[in-house]
């Protein structure tokens, strides 16, 4: 099990323009960043923390297939997507960019400012009263990514593996 993470509680159909607006998409994913959800949580790009994770309804990601969707939040710190579904493109983007989401039909009962832990091998997260949450399994593969930092890290270690004979 995880350490303990805070909640920043959004609702449903987030799409990717409140994550990564339009307006700044010339400039660097570190300045993307930093408008994140400005439209409906002004507060977040400057208050969210690394470890803290996001709580929304069902189809967060929606809209264009824009990568700095997702990679705003890894730019921010954000641990993990918790919601009842993705939009597909966002879903594999996040993988790749090694944001993990966690689907949960459950989510919405999460609330913004509660303390949360991931536990990725019981496949559920867990409440401070010991309520667990069922998420759908995530594939051993998709986790590894996550793990190694995204896809593009993931190739570059194994890349720098040596080759066995």
Known sequence: MSA??????????????????GAY????IAEIAQHCLEGVR????????AGDVVVAG???????????????????????VIAPSYS??????AFNLGLLLLTCPQAEQLHEGESIALDLQGR???????????CDPIPDF??????SGGLLSQLKRRMQ?????
């Open 25 to 28: 998409m010339k400039l660097s």
């Open 124 to 134: 559920c997260v867990v409440r401070a009263d010991g309520q667990r949450l069922a």
């Open 42 to 49: 002004p507060e977040f790009a400057c208050g969210v923390r």
């Open 161 to 165: 593996q040596p080759r066995s004979a």
């Open 142 to 147: 998709l986790l590894e990514m996550v793990q």
């Open 58 to 80: 069902p189809n967060f990601g929606i809209g264009s297939s824009r990568e700095q969707a997702a990679g705003a939040l890894v730019q921010l710190g954000v641990k993990a």
């Open 88 to 93: 597909g493109l966002y879903f594999r983007n």
């Open 4 to 21: 303990l993470h805070r909640v920043w509680k959004l609702g449903a159909d987030v799409d990717t323009d409140q994550l990564a607006p």
